[in-house]
């Protein structure tokens, strides 16, 4: 059995959020430590919306229709392979970070009060205000994206359809180094003053 139409709308919308994150994250490194306030205040824009979309993918409660959860916990998945369970994706999720299950959750907790405090509802008590770890987080983004593109091949290898086709084109184009690039080739552009 294939996925459904809905298990594939939300596999793009995944893909879109990773994408993004991923953009926000290498633009918020790119732009970290330069020029005059605009900067900082771009870097923090930049920053802010890297923690919004990292907890619409990974935060712990599933409650965003975009969690990882909501389609790697479908039976259907599980039917392009064994591998696309939840525990089985979450596993390789953290594994990517290089972090051990205790460093993880510091981290995951440390990004989620991140923008719980300081982005979402800005509690501005402390003047020091840290991001937290965010290449981290861009290494769950592209173990994500790892995973929901190895999601089409299967489906791909299984079916002649042509959504799944566009898809798998798609990912051909937009790779993890062809983002690199992308986002090297619009930070080099930027004239810090």
Not at 55 to 84: A, V
Not at 136 to 150: G, V
Request: charge should be neutral; include cysteine; hydrophobic fraction near 35%.
């Amino acid at each position: 059995m294939m996925l459904s139409e809905t298990q594939r709308e939300l596999r793009w919308q995944m893909e879109i959020v990773a994408y993004t994150g991923i953009h926000a994250i290498k633009y918020f490194n790119g732009v970290t430590g330069n020029g005059n306030e605009f900067w900082k205040f771009t870097q923090n824009c930049y920053g802010e919306r890297a923690c919004h979309l990292w907890c619409q993918l990974f935060n712990s409660y599933y409650k965003d229709p975009t969690h990882y959860k909501n389609l790697f916990g479908e039976k259907e998945l599980e039917n392009l392979g064994s591998s696309f369970n939840y525990s089985n994706v979450k596993k390789r999720i953290i594994k990517s970070t290089g972090l051990n299950e205790k460093e993880y959750m510091v981290f995951r907790e440390s990004l989620i009060n991140f923008r719980n405090k300081y982005s979402a509802h800005r509690e501005f008590e402390n003047d020091n205000i840290l991001f937290p770890n965010l290449d981290i987080a861009l290494l769950m983004f592209y173990e994500l994206r790892d995973i929901i593109f190895e999601t089409v091949k299967s489906e791909l290898n299984k079916c002649d359809d042509t959504d799944v086709k566009d898809f798998h084109n798609y990912y051909k184009y937009n790779s993890k180094n062809d983002i690199v690039r992308k986002c090297k080739n619009d930070i080099s552009q930027i004239r810090f003053f």
